[in-house]
């Protein structure tokens, strides 16, 4: 497993999980204060985790009491008290971990030691005139050095107080005037500008008590607030505070929109974490915990039990759920069963949760919960090296029709490390499809896809599967990238060598010629905490059609299926049952990016052929996003996913696994997914990473190298399989690379529309260049793969052959057209059969003999067969020519206000 984000930082971004994929809010931020002294307590050891554990007295004193004993000896040396008569003051009576040891004297005042274990001490109730029985027999137990009262003498008496100051330990009270300030008291022992300030109701009590332990957990405060205004001394204490997030806890029937505004205005970054109710309020806390958590359960019709019970769920970072005396609700039966708890704790006895109607259905479900382990698998596909934000791009309306901004590096890395926080890092694991590199943007194109690398290793990829793109320079940089090692011509673009990749890629179908064997690994094992997962990568079997045969002459692309199924077999020899095809193929669907409608493509076929060993697959290509179901061979049904393209979109799967069997539970498996939106706070690491590769860009990048003097637009963003205007501007700057004499001599020049990568438009400003201007960075977006312009002779009759292979049936797009040079012209009619759609061939005026001989010439990639373009290897008497960037540079140099070119096909 790849290194992953420390305890504080994951608890402190699970805040944010809450928020942003939760209620769909802002995200809170996501920075955390420094590393822990100690990492966070283990869950709790229960005497049989297939049961469920009680902890309960005869009463409210007493249950808290027995919960205050479950503290691990040394756990802390603060008690809390608290009224267990009136309890808002207890709502918000929390502290950060080494408060105690500053508290005393006439100030309370503290400047703890926050070390993100969030809250570790224990809580007992009292009466309002004196100590219960239970309470002082806890106290004697605990001997605690010091003992905080959490509110004023209305709840807690001096005489409790001076009963309190018999058992030796120092009594400290921390109590204001009504329990707003007592609220906002114990909120300023904790230091400023922590990430996150949960905010809560004083007069209902359900949301701060579930949220008081995720509070805990994460070692930040609630304050409670009047429930239809912001009183000044609550506001006084948000601003005194000053957290770079706010979480109010529930609905606006909790707390008002004019309240969540008033917040607003203080703290900008301010969300809701809600449901419709108390119960369906904590479901959503509890979202934002790990997958086989030990889960706490408390009533939530009788307040006391869940009180003292969220500090002990604190102290073990587990979720606290709430539940009806009599029945479990079924917002808390589904999130438990998604958690999967490695067993459960009920607070209070059976007058609070009931034998009969609660702990005998989690007897019944608790066998299934504790024998699943729930690997985490997040994916995303066709990266392409979009390291920069994008400003402005969004999904498809039809795919999101809120049209979210999203993609960049930055955004990416948070939100997995935000998606990360639902579950334990050694069981969650990240990988990729295929195109992680190649077909790139300018700023990691420009350094032969190394930045793209090292973000990948900084976010913590763990396997990826080879795509296309990967192919783009040839096997040889393939194996670069894996292994490291400064390129061959341009060097070392640091004061290192390139270190490699510090992840596998698979390539189970890519296999040598002479050898047989893949080229780079086919399949990974990984054993996760005790169940080994077996991942298969591979690339689509037409990858020599989509890449320049050149590089690729070495190796062969073998059948997806036959390789699956061959490998899928070995795997399972070997003993692994959960097994994971990373596919770099796809589909395309009608829906939403969450959404499975009209499944078509080349994945449909694949995931009903592939053996049922295979229990997901992950797949791209087709730069689709879907979340599916298709049934495998035997009719089961298995998760088969898309994430879109450019790091716009995250899957998060989890994955069901007996820890028995080792195999998955098909029907427990749940996928789903995420924007990336460039809302979230940037991750630093990564906007680091990416900082320093612009400024070794900005050089080149700014240079301004020609003009337009209106937009010029048809690139592959849009129909490939159509006459476009860029795609004949390229056309003519290949020509004017390669008709000279000594440059070849060509007289006809061809680029597809699939290789033509951005348009060039007026008003488009990447560098604070002048409208129409195009800068050096432009000029590469458009021409990213490094593809060399070479010339030979073909006859008409070849030419026409070219022509015709526009229209492929079988390949993965039938339609792919060409862009042709200016004064060459024909007609296209898509009425007349396979192989007779074109006619009408001229060169300036003058038709085409079939048999005569012209000099043609194109990119290296469609010259060596690309795109299905086999005619073309036909042609003889090759000429190499200018790398193609270096090309299209020239010609806008000595093209200035360029227009874009007319129509040069009728009818396609």
Known sequence: ?????????????????????????????????????????????????????????????????????????????????????????????????????????????????????????????????????????????????????????????????????????EVIRIGGGNRYETSAQLASLFPSELPVLYVATGTDYPDALTGGARAGRDGAPVLLTDPESLRAVTATAISELAPQSVVVLGGSVAVSDEVVDSITEIVPETTRVFGKNRYETAVALASSYEYDSVAYLASGE???????????????????????????????????????????????????????????????????????????LLSFNDF?????????????????????????????????????????????????????????????????????????????????????????EGVDELLRMQDGGCHPDKGCFGDEPYPGAGFPYLAANVVDRETGEPILPAT???????????????????????????????????????????????????????????????????????????????????????????????????????VCSIDDPNGDPRSVTGAAQYGHVVTDTRLAVSRTTGDVLRERVLSGNNLVLQSLPDNAAVADIVAEWEARAEVLAGEVVG?????????????????????????????????????????????NVGGVRASLLVDQISNDEAPGEVTYEEAYNVAPFGNL?????????????????????????????????????????DSQPEGSKVSGMELDGVPLEMDGTYRVSTLNFLAEGGDDFTAFTEGTNLVGGPEDLANLVSYLEANPDLQAPGDRVDGL
């Open 384 to 472: 392409h090296g979009h390291l920069a934000v994008d400003e402005g791009a969004t999904l498809s309306e039809t795919q999101d029709p809120d049209q979210n901004a999203v993609g960049g590096a930055v955004n990416l890395a948070t939100t997995l490390d935000v998606l990360r926080t639902r579950s334990f890092d050694e069981q969650s694991m990240t990988v990729s499809p295929g195109d992680i590199i190649g077909g790139s943007t300018f700023l990691s194109g420009l350094f032969q896809d190394e930045p793209t690398i090292e973000v990948m290793d900084e976010i913590g990829m763990d396997v990826a599967s080879v795509g296309n793109h990967e192919f783009d």
């Open 707 to 751: 003009t337009v003097a209106e937009d010029i637009t048809g690139d592959a963003g849009g129909d490939r399989g159509v006459e476009t205007p860029m795609a004949n501007l390229i056309a003519d700057s290949i020509l004017f690379g390669t008709e000279g004499e000594d440059q070849g001599d060509a007289q006809i020049s061809f680029m």
């Open 524 to 626: 990974e094992v990984r054993t996760v905490n005790g169940v080994e997962v077996g991942f298969i990568g591979m690339t689509l079997e037409g990858t020599p059609s989509l890449v320049s045969p050149g590089g690729i002459s070495e190796v062969e692309f073998l059948d997806e299926v036959e390789t699956a199924d061959r490998y899928a077999a070995e795997l399972t020899a070997q003993g692994v049952d959960t097994i994971v095809l990373l596919m770099h193929d796809g589909g395309e669907q009608t829906g939403t990016y969450q959404q499975c409608e009209n499944l078509t493509g080349p994945i449909v076929d694949l995931a009903e052929r592939i053996d049922p060993a295979v229990d997901a697959i992950y797949s791209g290509h087709t730069h689709q996003p879907y």
């Open 1 to 169: 497993m790849s290194p992953r984000i420390s305890a504080a930082r994951r608890g402190l971004v699970a805040v944010g999980a809450a928020a942003a994929l939760v209620s769909g809010g802002a995200l809170a931020a996501s920075s955390a204060p420094g590393e822990p002294d100690a990492p966070r307590p283990a869950a709790p050891e229960l005497p049989d985790p297939e049961t469920a554990h009680r902890i309960a007295g005869d009463d409210r004193y007493k249950t808290a009491a027995e919960i205050a004993r479950e503290f691990p000896a040394g756990a802390s040396d603060t008690v809390l008290i608290a009224s267990g008569e009136v309890f808002p003051d207890a709502l918000s009576a929390q502290m950060p971990s080494g408060t105690a040891a500053t508290l005393g004297g006439e100030s309370t005042e503290a400047t703890p030691d926050v070390d993100g274990a969030g809250l570790s001490a224990p809580m007992l109730l009292t009466r309002q005139d004196g100590l219960p029985g239970a309470t002082r027999m806890a106290l004697g137990e605990l001997a605690p050095g010091t003992i905080v009262i959490a509110g004023g003498t209305v709840a807690v008496s001096e005489d409790v107080e001076d009963e309190l100051g018999e058992f030796g330990a």
């Open 789 to 829: 312009l070479v010339s030979v002779d073909m006859t008409g009759a070849q030419v026409k052959a070219v022509l015709e292979q526009q229209f492929v049936p079988d390949r993965g797009r039938p339609y792919l057209a060409l862009g042709v040079s200016e004064g060459f012209t024909y007609t296209w009619d």
């Open 302 to 376: 009788n307040y006391p039990d869940a009180l003292t019970g969220g500090s002990l769920a604190a102290y073990h970072g587990s979720p606290l759920l709430l539940s009806r005396t009599g029945s479990l609700p079924g917002a808390t039966v589904n999130a438990l069963d998604t958690l999967s708890p490695q067993g459960t704790v009920l607070f209070g006895g059976d007058a609070a949760l009931s034998e009969e109607g609660v702990e005998a259905p989690l007897n019944e479900w608790l066998p299934l919960w504790v024998d699943e382990m729930v690997l985490q």
